[in-house]
């Protein structure tokens, strides 16, 4: 895992929401992937990259998060679609090539980094109180079938607070 501080533009996205269970993860965000391409590909438009945009964790152990793609604004004019944006901003980010299932791991190793660094990840207030304001993955290319199941390129990213929000 290669991680560090990233400054990234503001990016446009088309996502559809879900609830879901770390474990269920996995099993039904591939599907929502093709989903939302197909809608994109009914109307022209081509997908730039798949996101998944964490937006709350509840206390029952389910994340409300957004499935989806990373989308050209200008391919959207005359289209019924909006997109969302992931803002721009510094982001505390984790490049890992591997297997999907590491990816957890790799979270995990970022967030650890974060104190010795003197990095917090800026927060949103949300309906459960106070959640990440930007966490997303961005996988990096489709899916190749590992020993371990599919993997490829993903990039972990967190939005960080200012460095004198403290």
Do not use: K
Not at 85 to 98: N, W
């Amino acid at each position: 895992m290669m991680s560090g501080l990233e400054h990234r533009p503001a990016r446009a996205y088309v996502a559809m929401p879900m609830d879901v269970t770390l474990e269920q993860l996995p099993r039904v965000v591939g599907e929502e992937f093709e989903r939302v391409a197909a809608l994109l590909d009914s109307r022209g438009i081509a997908p730039r990259g798949a996101v998944i945009r964490y937006i709350a964790a509840r206390p029952d152990g389910t994340f409300s998060i957004e499935v989806g793609h990373l989308v050209d604004p200008a391919d959207l004019e005359g289209s019924p679609i909006a997109p969302d944006e992931l803002p721009a901003g510094e982001y505390s980010v984790a490049h890992h090539d591997g297997p999907y299932n590491r990816i957890g791991a790799v979270t995990r190793e970022l967030m650890d980094s974060w104190a010795p660094a003197g990095i917090a990840p800026a927060s949103a207030h949300t309906t459960t109180g106070e959640d990440y304001a930007c966490w997303y993955e961005l996988y990096l290319d489709l899916p190749r079938e590992g020993e371990h199941g599919p993997e490829g390129p993903v990039e972990v990213a967190v939005l960080t607070a200012p460095a004198d929000a403290g």
